[in-house]
């Protein structure tokens, strides 16, 4: 609402004129506020500082030989972990709360208050505060002292739980690894074993083209060699065996001479057992100079019955009466010799063209099955190459860990401090009664001038002569002044002098009380038994009415 100086004013005098029921509503309402806070339990906070030393001479030792923790997370999760139900079961259990509840509201209520007064705090460099706040300020010393030992048995437990299972698990992963990697060189030595021959070949395309060339050579100098047995064939078809010639009277070798025949008859039976000790009976050449051995024989054979005469089987010689004799055709046997030899080489050259015609087909179905055989030897060993990494990572992280262990077993790596341990408090930390008798007075003066305002707005007068034509609409031509007789202005004194002496006396009470404020949890206790000291007799007053008010106290 917007008012002008007037009007102000004018609700102001209003408000004024009902002064006593804004006193009477501050007085009520400051008495009844102060006696709730009078008798307002105290609540006492114990608390234990605990300094986490996360250092440890070890980690720049072992950094990168062992498992390295991170010893400030660990610590985080401690302090959120420490108010979680299995801890706050087990302070129950420690401090013998547990045997006060009986039904399972009655322990979920309990909980629920361990939680919300219980309090643990970072501040800090690793520095902690743990606290707890209760009516007992002997239960709050043993609770926070439960709690402590939970905070410091629960990590060390826990970590080493922690490796025990960390270790266990690495090393049933070790034993799968190991067996998977067994099956897998198996399949892999296995797979070679079946294409070897395929592995082996390096690369086929340059085989394939070599194989070929290969091929086609023995193949062209095969049929060169068959074009040079027909050439042979057609010269020794053309050439006589036997030549004759004219000669006088000769004397015919007989039976015991030697003749040319012989000489190289023998010479082929050495060629024959000297190819024999290389070759076998099957061999070409071993047949060829076989073949010819008969024919020489052969040719011996007819020589001799010409020669020889059956009437004087002693006699060495003998004329013979013919001019005319034939002797073997030196070209003839050179031809033939030849034809042999070009024949041998033929049955080789065969040979060979088969079987460089047979390798090139076979590298020519190598080289097709090659990608296939490649691409599945890559995919084992690409499996064997991650299954033998992993086995190896696993392997040096089981090591990690037993170092790790060996240093855990050995050291802390988180060490527990109390700076201060929890101490059973003597000043209660709640509520502060200064603050509330100080709200209070507040809220009652607040409340006595709310009620003013509010039965000045509920009346029907008229404070003032414009507010009167404002409302009806009508101008106001004058208004009667009241003038105060001699009587009336005493007793307008004697009120101001009251409601003044009533104001200071609610203050004083406020002052006394504010003085008083670290010994107000005792008053209640005083002032039944009466013992109250004789400056502070007067408050003697008010054990009534706090006694009234004691109902209130189960409020909080």
């Known amino acids: 609402m917007n008012f002008d100086r007037l009007e102000l004013l004018s ?4 408000i004024w004129r009902r002064r ?6 501050a007085w009520f309402i400051s008495l009844t506020g102060w006696a709730v806070v009078v008798i307002l339990p105290d609540k006492f906070e114990s608390e234990a500082r605990v300094y986490i030393d996360t250092s440890s001479l ?15 997370q660990e610590v985080r999760f401690m302090q959120r972990t420490l108010l979680s139900r299995p801890n706050l079961q087990e302070v129950a259990r420690a401090t013998d709360l547990d045997l006060e509840v009986t039904t399972p509201i009655e322990m979920e209520e309990l909980l629920r208050k361990l939680e919300k007064n219980a309090d643990i705090k970072a501040q800090g460099g690793n520095l902690f505060t743990v606290s707890y706040t209760d009516k007992d300020p002997v239960l709050a010393k043993s609770i926070v002292q439960a709690l402590l030992t939970i905070f410091v048995e629960t990590n060390l437990g826990q970590t080493r ?14 034993e799968v690894y190991e067996r998977q990697l067994k099956d897998a060189e198996k399949r892999r030595a296995e797979f070679k074993i079946r294409n070897g021959d395929v592995l082996a070949g390096g690369n086929f395309a340059s085989q394939v083209q070599s194989a070929r060339k290969g091929s086609a050579k023995a193949q062209r100098r095969y049929e060169d060699a068959v074009s040079q047995r027909d050439q042979l064939q057609a010269q020794l078809a053309n050439v006589p065996q036997f030549l004759k010639v004219q000669t006088p009277a000769q004397v015919v070798l007989g039976k015991r001479e030697a003749s040319a025949l012989e000489e190289r008859q023998e010479l082929l039976q050495q060629n024959l057992d000297l190819l024999l000790t290389r070759y076998t009976e099957n061999h070409p050449d071993v047949i060829s100079t076989k073949r010819s051995i008969e024919n020489l024989k052969k040719q011996v054979a007819d020589k001799k019955d010409k020669a020889s005469d059956p009437s004087d089987p002693n006699d060495k010689t003998e004329e013979t009466s013919e001019n005319t004799a034939e ?6 046997e050179q031809l033939q010799l ?3 030899e070009v024949s041998t080489t033929i049955s080789t050259l065969k040979r060979d063209m088969d079987e460089a015609a047979d390798s090139a087909q076979e590298l020519e179905k190598l080289r097709n099955k090659a990608p296939e055989v490649e691409a599945q030897l890559a995919d084992l060993d690409r499996d ?42 003597v000043v ?11 709200v209070v007075l507040v809220i009652g003066l607040g409340a006595g001038g709310g009620i003013a305002f509010l039965l000045v707005q509920m009346d029907d007068t008229f404070s003032s002569n414009k507010r009167l034509s404002d409302v009806f609409g009508f101008p106001v031509l004058g208004a009667a002044t009241l003038v105060a007789v001699p009587t009336e202005k005493l007793h307008q004194t004697i009120g101001n002098v009251g409601f003044t002496m009533a104001f200071s006396s609610l203050s004083a009470m406020y002052g006394a009380l504010a003085i008083m404020a670290p010994q107000l949890s005792q008053l209640p206790q005083l002032l039944a038994k009466q013992s109250l000291p004789a400056e502070l007799s007067w408050l003697s007053g008010l054990v009534g009415t706090i006694k009234s008010l004691s109902f209130l106290q189960g409020l909080f």
């Open 327 to 332: 002797i073997p055709n030196t070209l003839y």
């Open 161 to 174: 739980q922690d490796m025990e299972s960390a270790r266990s698990f690495i090393e049933t992963q070790l």
């Open 11 to 14: 609700l102001l005098s209003s």
């Open 428 to 438: 209660p930390a709640a509520p502060n009664r200064l603050l509330l008798l100080t």
């Open 20 to 25: 006593w029921y804004a006193l009477a509503a």
């Open 58 to 72: 070890l980690g720049p030792l072992l950094r990168g030989i062992a498992v390295a923790n991170d010893v400030e």
């Open 338 to 340: 030849r034809l042999s």
């Open 384 to 425: 064997y190459d991650v299954i033998k990494t992993k086995f190896g990572e696993f392997l040096a992280r089981r090591e990690s860990a037993r170092i790790s262990q060996a240093a855990e077993a050995s050291t802390d790596s988180v060490q527990f401090r109390i700076i201060a341990p929890p101490q059973v408090p």
